[in-house]
C-alpha cells in the first residue's frame, strides 16, 4: 500500500489540525497521485479539508470510532476494516493523518513524499524514513522553489 505526505524539514506534518505550509505545486502532485485511487484518510484530516468534505473523484475511506455518515464517503472503524474496504480498489493511498499514517506505516510499501525545506513548529510528525530501518530513498526529483520556498518530490520504498 502507498501512502502520500509532505514533510517539513524536521519530518513534522501539521500543527493544531492543519498543515502550516501548503505549496500549490504539492497539492497539484497530490491530485495527481490520487487520481483514480481510492484514499484512507483520518476524521480529524478530513475536518481540514475544504469545508470538511471527502475529495472529489476518488473514493473516500474514512476513519473513526464514531457513529457518523458522511455524505460522499464510506466510513469504517478500524484499520482492519479500512484494508479490508481498500481490497475493493485497485490503488489506494493513505493520506494522512499522524495518528492514521503511524497505524498503516506496516502495511506501506511506498511513501511518496514532498519534502518541503522549512520547520516551522509541528506537533505532527511522519517517520523519518531516512533513519528508519528497512526504508531507501528509490527516486528523488531536482530541487524547485515555490515562492521561495524550496521542495523536491521523493519516493520511500520499503526494502523487502
Ligand atoms: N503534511 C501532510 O501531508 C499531512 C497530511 C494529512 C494530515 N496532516 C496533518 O496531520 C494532522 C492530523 O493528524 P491526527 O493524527 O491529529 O488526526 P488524523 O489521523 O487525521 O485523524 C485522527 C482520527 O482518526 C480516527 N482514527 C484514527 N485511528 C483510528 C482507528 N484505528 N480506528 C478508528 N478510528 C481511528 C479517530 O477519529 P474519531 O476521533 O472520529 O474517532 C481519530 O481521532 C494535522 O495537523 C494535519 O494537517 C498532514
Known sequence: MEAVVAVYSDWGIGCGG????????DRAHFRALTAGAAVIVGRKTLADFPGGRP???RPNLVVT???????G????????????????????LVIGGASVYRQFFPY???VHVTRIALTPV???F???????PGWRLAQAEPWQEEDGIAYRFCTYKKVS
Do not use: M, W
Open 18 to 25: 492543519t498543515q502550516p505550509v501548503v505549496l500549490k505545486a
Open 55 to 57: 475529495l472529489k473523484g
Open 65 to 71: 470510532r464514531q457513529a457518523l455518515e458522511i455524505e
Open 73 to 92: 464517503a464510506q466510513v469504517v472503524h478500524s484499520t482492519e476494516e479500512a484494508l479490508s474496504a481498500a481490497r475493493a480498489y485497485a490503488r489506494c
Open 108 to 110: 506501506l510499501d511506498t
Open 122 to 124: 509541528s506537533d505532527s
Open 126 to 132: 511522519f517517520p523519518n524514513l531516512d533513519q528508519e
